[in-house]
């Protein structure tokens, strides 16, 4: 496959409206439209052809990097499909791709099925903010709508460090200064500890995933930041869960205090097919950390966290079974999904015949 008939896919894949592309040996060229796998109706990729298309879209650094660590995630800019995030991994030896397309403006939050809450949150002068979720869950798409509230409404200084860049925001209010692993900075750890020293108003972590970052993040957020980042978790509770258990003995307690104190609040999300199957909604668990939440975290009793969440929905709390029971009431997710995704299948009523 030569550049072209990559250009061709990428453009239709544009068109398709696809979240995704997937190039894998052995398959057709596979496009995910709402969620779900539609296989081109063209031929199986050969080893070849995949193998050109990773040396055709590698500068020699990244193939280097590549060959050494057997996966690579890039940023591109395609004349028709726009930013492109293009994710490089092997199988059975050989190099496989998946492409995601950034998408090339800012939806609004009502667009996005985001709670007004999220915009309060955006607003906090310093504290710490996560967006958690699965592979594929919109928490992306998230963080940069709250860097562009904040771009619009004020005048300070954002610094992002992402992997990679997804979508380029414009300095409007604020200066946007986006830094991108590899191209920018070595780690996330060590240049997040080096914007500390560039004067920021807002730091935005693409991804805590060591003990290092999250130790860092939570120290920016405590000492005046507003630290935007992003998890892999499954709900709330898990991510403060995730955060400690990545520290041992004595460091945890350090750490529980500190969250404690900066948190601000979580938001978890998940993407559901829509009823009528023409695109996806998004599914939210949303913590805000008044003073009953700083106090569960720092008696380490994550557990009881549900329950706060019920009780807390008059400040803009919802549990991820409460938004799918609402989402399902409003005809916007089958039961089916509901019943599926709930931590608690009793609680979504019984289907109605």
Known sequence: MNSENLDRLL???AEFDASDLHLVVGVPPAFRVNGEIIIADEDALTEAEVSQITDHLL??????KFEQEWELCISLLHPAAGRVRATFYRRNGHPEMSFRFCGQRIATREELGLPEKVDDLARKPNGLVLITGPTGAGKTTTLNYMVDLINSER?????????PIEFVHQNKRAIVVQQELLSDVRSFNRALIHVLRQDPDVIVVGEMRDFETIST?????ETGHLVLATMHSPNVSHAMERIVGVFEGSAQRQIVLQLSNALQGIIAQELLPAADRTRRVLAYELIVANGAVRNLIRENQ?????????????EGMTLMDNCLYDLYCKCLITYDTAVSRARHPDRIIPQKT
């Open 217 to 221: 993040a939570l120290t920016a957020a």
């Open 302 to 314: 994550t557990h009881q966290l549900e329950n706060t969440i019920q009780t807390g929905r008059k």
């Open 59 to 64: 500068n020699e650094q990244q193939k280097k």
């Open 11 to 13: 453009s239709a894949a």
């Open 155 to 163: 005048r300070c200084k954002i610094v992002t460090i992402e992997d």
